[in-house]
């Protein structure tokens, strides 16, 4: 069997994290890393003063990581720069807070090279290489420079945009055209495929076949639409163990008699909080008789502070929440409960399922994983109602729940609204089927589907159950 090599921004394979803690993206790819003998490569998170181009092995559990420390320069360039204030808005169509610099082009290109040039003696000629997200998406042309043959796959796990947005950044078809060195592209969508066909085809004067490969100047690429999942049986484990038993009794304690709504998102302008608080605003103004007998929960713990739109999006949310709770707030009662921290998997498993509304509204969001999340997490018995944006690639799979426009705040309010009535044998009826698909189409299921094509057989990377 093939070595398969992965590599991403940071790494997350395990350094002595208990697997009970890691993602399942993190799970999938070292099970497929532990089973072929592979390595993840990548940035260590760490800067120093000058690059060095060493790297540092290790092998915990069975996993091997090589990563390798960045200058100050490349990280402000390349990852706040190109990779956050670049590509990252542009591709969740917020043109309007994009930023085109030179300069930060300049050190995506430096840092892909330097990955390249790294990387490049560790591959031996059987290896299949899987290169992922935004961060890398000209990695496949630089290890070709370095003579490498090898099958290279990339996934992108953020949307692709459409071709009017996509020709606001400069040099946008040099970094498309590079995508033509890999031998597959996974999308999250169909949305997301279609977007990237339009453009090969209207912007570029490319071939797309009705087999999925597309060609451009002579070069091939299969391009695929290839859903993530989350690791389901752990996270429905997580549910149902002692952590989350009692953080869900916590909450129903500090709660008596109340529904609980629940938000769990980073601190991200593409996840829609600002609206999504209009929404529940909107219902609160509607609804008077309700006051006092639910609460939003949001969970929002800062990422990116670095970037200012991050920081801007912070001082917002906070004030919008203020307000919120000043104007409806009762001694006894307060309707939102904005929380800036991160939980741990249990925890977070027990507060998704004591709360009857999961409310995940992305203005734009390439997957989603919360939705799936807490979708998995629920009692079988007496589930809650998953309210989810049409905008969040999830929505796409995940159909029998609550579909919202999270701009319209009268179509949240309804949706909350329609939410807390719905009979239980519904509420049953439309999460059985919302499981079928998360327990179907979990991880695994995903990283088999993408590897599948990039080996050409359909035999799964992993066989044995991790
Ligand atoms: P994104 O990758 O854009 O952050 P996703 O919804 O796809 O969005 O994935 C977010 C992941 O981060 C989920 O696995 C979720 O459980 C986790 N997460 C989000 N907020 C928290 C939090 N406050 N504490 C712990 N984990 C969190």
């Known amino acids: 069997m093939s070595r398969l090599i992965v590599v991403s921004n940071r790494v997350q394979a395990p350094k002595g994290q208990s697997a009970g803690n890691q993602g399942g993206l993190a799970v999938a790819l070292t099970a497929a890393l532990r089973e072929t003998a592979g390595i993840w490569f990548g940035w260590s998170g760490e800067t120093i003063e000058s690059f060095t181009g060493e790297i540092d092995f290790q092998t915990h559990d069975g996993v091997t990581t090589a990563t390798i420390d960045l200058e100050e320069q490349d990280v402000e360039e390349y990852y706040n720069g190109y990779a956050n204030r670049t590509l990252w808005p542009l591709f969740h169509y917020r043109v ?29 000629p059987d290896d299949l290489i899987w290169v992922h997200d935004y961060h890398m998406i000209p990695l496949g042309e630089e290890l070709r420079r370095h003579g490498i043959a ?19 950044l400069p040099d ?22 279609e ?34 999942g989350i690791d389901t049986a752990q996270f429905k484990a997580a549910a149902e163990t ?23 998102d980073r601190l991200d302008y593409s996840k829609g909080l600002h609206e999504r608080f209009l929404g529940y605003e909107r219902f609160l103004a509607a609804n008077p008789m309700l006051h006092g007998e639910v609460f939003l929960l949001q969970i929002a713990p800062p990422s990116r502070s670095d970037v200012q739109s991050y920081q801007e999006i912070r001082a917002t949310l906070d004030g919008l929440s203020g307000r919120i709770n000043g104007a409806f707030a009762d001694l ?7 929380v800036n921290r991160g939980y741990g998997r249990d925890q977070l498993a027990g507060i998704y399922r004591s709360a009857r509304i999961g409310l995940i509204t992305p203005l734009r ?31 796409a799979q995940l159909s029998d729940a609550l579909l919202v426009n999270p701009h319209s705040a009268e179509e949240l309010s309804d949706a909350i609204q329609q939410a807390l009535t719905m009979p239980r044998d519904e509420r049953i009826a439309r999460w059985r089927k919302l499981m079928d698909n998360v327990e179907r189409e979990d991880v695994m299921w995903w990283l088999n589907r993408f590897t599948a094509a990039l080996t050409g057989r359909p035999q799964p990377v992993v066989t044995a159950s991790d």
């Open 96 to 124: 309007d807070l994009a930023e085109y610099e030179r300069s930060f082009a300049g050190g995506y290109q430096r840092v892909n090279g330097r990955f390249a040039e790294l990387l490049a003696p560790l591959i031996e």
């Open 150 to 168: 090898n099958r290279i796959g990339f996934f992108l796990h953020i949307p692709w945009p459409p071709q009017s947005l996509l020709m606001s």
């Open 172 to 193: 946008h078809r040099e970094l498309v055209r590079s995508l033509f060195a890999y031998e597959v592209i996974g999308f999250q969508t169909e949305d997301s495929l």
């Open 195 to 228: 977007n990237f066909r339009h453009y090969i085809l209207n912007e570029i004067g490319g071939e797309v076949f009705e087999d999925g490969t597309i060609r451009v100047d002579g070069r091939t690429v299969q391009a695929i639409s290839c859903p993530i």
């Open 242 to 264: 002692g952590t989350a038993r009692y953080t869900a009794y916590r909450m129903r304690q500090s709660a008596v008699g109340r529904d609980m709504i629940v938000g769990v």
């Open 332 to 338: 006894d009662w307060v309707p939102i409960r904005y």
């Open 365 to 395: 969001d390439g997957m989603n994983l919360v939705a799936k999340e807490y979708v998995a997490a629920q009692d079988p018995e007496n589930p809650g109602v998953l309210i989810l944006s049409h905008f969040a690639g999830a929505a």
